[in-house]
């Protein structure tokens, strides 16, 4: 369909192809829209792009980081906490880090596939506990589309019957590795929940993809489309269907709105000739990641909304959270000069630690999960962190290799991911005097952890101590103080951000309704994880993803009934 002016109109903009995007891509285009993806990082493919079967001295530096790729050369993200030409800004005292991606697919590529559903509990905890809000849907609400990209995407788990962590539909899990069962040992004699991992990686063949080969290189893109990431698993299928557009290197600065408030499409910036360029569609998906988004309702001001769009309740940017974490490593002299033996794996963990205790005994709300990460994985640059953390390590020559050797894979490391409860100090807002190379007014963050969050954190410092000494270990680093704030990591660190057009029933406190959709543009949509009421301690790209799914299914039927 075209325009008067000869344009394309398509059905659906969607802006973004992450976890959020990739699937309303998918999920709208299996539906019969004609949908065009505005995605402002580069063309990725995992096969041709993705660096799975690289060996370490495939590169001079070993696969060592750099400003450009933090988490190592060979890692599938391009992005990272900085990006050139566009920069962010924090508040005076506020300390957030933002890692953006920016490419095809974006942070799906490397994620860390921990790949959980909120419990019934999460979606109400107001009700339970006097703070934060519930959200205006149950998990009831949710639990036939987490069941829906469990079967789309697959995952591996155990059925355990928790109360607050839903089961899935589940392929069998790996076996825990070596330093795994002696976590696991150690953390159930101290009264911990210790289950198989859920992560989103097959382990069967499922829906024409190959089950995983077990080379621990998750982070890298796999290569056989074994674990999920939207570029292998949601854009390939929505190509197919003949009905999607893909523009690339895209990036979108303004939604666009005709004289009768509704959305008509989408400014963007052409990186490659710098043409700003529009985008005529009927409905307008925004799933840039949670502030992304915010920024760009935020910078969408028109006459008819003046405080940009969708931004009547003035909330757009607020209630932003962050996982709160913290870890602790360690040496466990009973795993050195280990015999050499296979512990291939998947690229994550094995095991999981859900919360576990009465909240009503201790001095912090919600809860937090415990990450295990330890093991004998394919060495590169920096790996083990020093070795004159161990002791005696350390020399030269000889004697130093037989170290390494010795101490290969005796290293365990704990890492605590919680839930914070969104506090009117931590927001992002326009920047009035910064704007990034296109022009376009960047974000400024504002952020402080309450004591909920310190309490929380120092306890999870004490535990993971308690499960070293149970292990027979040695702390490599000593208990931080009140004044460090217990090792919390910076707002935004554990790159978990969410909030910022929130759901809600009333459009006075919130952006959207319970179906995602602006209270105030009826054709406006948002599928990443800024309408996310509540942090729940688990990762929140699973409920992104069945939350997009659900939002994707609304949109068809109201497009099938003519109201949208
Ligand atoms: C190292 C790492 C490990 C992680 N591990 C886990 C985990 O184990 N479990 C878990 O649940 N979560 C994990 N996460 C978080 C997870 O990656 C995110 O929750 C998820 O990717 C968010 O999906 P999204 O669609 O909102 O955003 P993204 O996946 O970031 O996608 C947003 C896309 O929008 C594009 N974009 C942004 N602005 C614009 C614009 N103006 N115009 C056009 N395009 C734009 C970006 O380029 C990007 O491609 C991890 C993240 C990282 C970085
Ligand atoms: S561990 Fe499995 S899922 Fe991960 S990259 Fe290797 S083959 Fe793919």
């Not at 002299?333 to 630690?353: F, R, T």
């Not at 912090?364 to 083990?384: K, Q």
């Not at 992104?544 to 497009?559: E, G, H, V, Y």
Request: hydrophobic letters at 35%; a positive charge; glycine letters at 12%.
């Amino acid at each position: 369909m075209q325009s008067r002016s000869g344009a394309t109109v398509y059905d659906v903009c969607i802006v973004g192809s992450g976890a959020g995007g990739g699937m309303a891509a998918h999920a709208l285009t299996k539906a019969g829209a004609r949908v065009a993806l505005l995605e402002a990082g580069q063309m990725w493919d995992p096969i041709k792009d993705g660096a799975m079967l690289k060996w370490p001295y495939d590169s001079p530096r070993r696969g060592a980081s750099t400003r450009e790729k933090p988490f190592g050369e060979f890692d599938g993200c391009i992005g990272g906490w900085q990006i050139d030409g566009e920069p962010y800004t924090t508040a005076p005292g506020t300390r957030f880090d933002w890692w953006r991606a920016r490419m095809l697919g974006g942070r799906t590529n490397h994620w860390g596939r921990i790949s959980l559903r909120f419990g019934p509990y999460d979606f109400t905890r107001k009700s339970r506990d006097g703070l934060g809000d519930d959200w205006p849907i149950t998990y009831d609400d949710v639990k036939p589309w987490y069941d829906e990209v469990d079967r789309l995407v697959g995952i591996f788990g155990s059925a355990e019957g928790l109360p607050n962590e839903p089961d899935g539909i589940f392929h069998p899990p790996p076996v825990p590795r070596c330093f795994e069962r002696l976590a696991s040992n150690a953390a159930k004699k101290l009264g911990l929940t210790v289950i198989p991992s859920r992560l989103s990686i097959i382990t069967k063949p499922h829906n024409g993809r190959a089950p995983c080969h077990y080379c621990g290189q998750c982070n890298r893109g796999c290569m056989t489309h074994s674990n999920f990431s939207s570029t292998g698993v949601l854009i390939p299928p929505a190509m197919k269907t003949g009905r999607l557009t893909l523009v690339a290197d895209a990036m979108a600065r303004e939604v666009t709105v005709g004289r009768d408030g509704l959305a008509n499409g989408v400014s963007y910036i052409d990186k490659k000739t710098g043409r700003d360029t529009h985008l005529s569609a009927r409905i307008v998906v925004l799933a840039a990641s949670a502030c992304e988004t915010a920024r760009l309702l935020l910078n969408s001001k028109s006459s008819t909304f003046p405080n940009g769009l969708a931004n009547s309740s003035g909330t757009v940017g607020k209630y932003l959270t962050d996982t709160t974490g913290t870890d602790v490593a360690g040496f466990i002299p009973k795993m050195m000069d280990m015999p050499p033996h296979n512990e291939d794996g998947v690229g994550g963990m094995h095991i999981y630690m859900p919360w576990w205790l009465d909240n009503s005994k201790l001095d912090f709300p919600r809860g937090y999960h415990i990450e295990t990460w330890g093991g004998r994985g394919l060495p590169g640059a920096g790996f083990m962190g020093g070795i004159h953390r161990y002791p005696k390590g350390g020399g030269y020559g000889a004697s130093l290799k037989d170290d390494y050797r010795r101490y290969y894979g005796s290293t365990i490391g704990f890492s605590g991911r919680g839930e914070m409860i969104p506090n009117g100090d931590s927001y992002c807002e326009i920047d009035p005097n910064v704007v990034d190379q296109y022009g376009i007014p960047v974000l400024r963050f504002h952020w402080k952890w309450t004591d909920a969050e310190y309490n929380q954190v120092k306890h999870m410092q004490e535990t993971f101590r308690a499960i070293i000494a149970e292990m027979g270990g040695q702390v490599f680093s000593p208990m931080p103080t009140k004044e460090q704030g217990y090792g919390i990591a910076n707002g935004g660190a554990i790159i978990h951000e969410l909030g910022g057009a929130r759901m809600g029933n009333n459009p006075k406190t919130s952006v959207v309704n319970a179906n995602c959709q602006a209270h105030d543009v009826k054709n406006l949509f948002v599928t990443d994880g800024s309408p996310f009421v509540s942090q729940a301690d688990k990762n929140p790209t699973w409920t992104i993803l069945a939350l997009s799914m659900r939002t994707s299914d609304f949109i068809a039927r109201q497009r099938k009934t003519g109201a949208l």
